[in-house]
DNA sequence: TCTTGCTATCGCTAACAACG
DNA sequence: CGTTGTTAGCGATAGCAAGA
């Protein structure tokens, strides 16, 4: 690595509790030795990847953008289709760390319509090189970046589940169901819209 | 033996093409 | 038009294989 490059991750984008976490990382050369560990942060337990992020923070530019439920199902209303939210969320990430760090290549993974985000990109005038690969976690910047979105989702999924006292797993399994069946018996069906992405079909079978 | 790590499977999302 | 199947990404989980 000659120069240094920002990557883009997200998560939480197919977990019915919690919120959408974005979150896009600077590395440069100058990074890579306090880096030591760093990599798909789906290939980390959980415990490891909190640590990591720490020292990712410690040493990288970045931004982490929570989007929690209720401003998710918000967002989500207004823009109707979830690849244009993510590209919205990633090119508010990007232009953040680019404030903190200029430089000319962004990483991405692969998602849907990566001419959507290029295009935002390139609305803000700035000179700017679009990688959107497939596996790209394999990059240590995307990588870095999965970490402090998985950190960061994990965190505030147990903050919710601290504040309403109800274990909120993750994912959208049965499990998911049954914990959203006994959230809506305590607090009732609007305030779903706090813990929850709505447009999942989870919705259905938690009211159903 | 016990602990890793990889792979297959499943459920969820969305986009797109083919079809009735 | 709407439905259905395919492709593709994400997360969770189980089971098997390889290494300490």
Not at 158 to 177: H, Q
């Amino acid at each position: 690595m000659r120069e240094g490059h920002i990557g883009v991750d997200e998560s939480g984008k197919g977990d019915f509790f919690g919120p959408l976490v974005v979150a896009a990382c600077y590395v440069g050369p100058e990074h890579l030795a306090e880096l030591d560990g760093v990599r798909d942060s789906k290939k980390l337990a959980d415990g490891v990847a909190k640590k990591l992020a720490a020292t990712i923070k410690r040493t990288c530019p970045h931004k982490v953008l929570t989007i929690l439920p209720h401003k998710y199902n918000d967002l989500y209303r207004q823009i109707g289709n979830l690849n244009r939210l993510l590209a919205w969320g990633h090119a508010r990430a990007i232009e953040e760390v680019l404030e903190l760090q200029p430089c000319s290549q962004v990483i991405s993974d692969q998602f849907a319509d990566p001419e959507v985000l290029k295009r935002r990109l390139f609305e803000k005038g700035k000179r700017i090189e679009l990688i959107s690969m497939v596996r790209g976690e394999q990059d240590i910047a995307v990588a870095a970046a999965s970490i402090l979105a998985r950190a960061e989702f994990l965190w505030r999924l147990e903050a919710l589940s601290k504040e309403f006292g109800v274990d909120l797993p993750k994912g959208a399994s049965p499990a998911v169901v049954a914990a959203g069946k006994r959230f809506v018996e305590r607090y009732g069906r609007e305030a779903l819209d706090k813990v929850a992405k709505l447009h999942f079909k989870t919705t259905h079978n938690v009211l159903g």
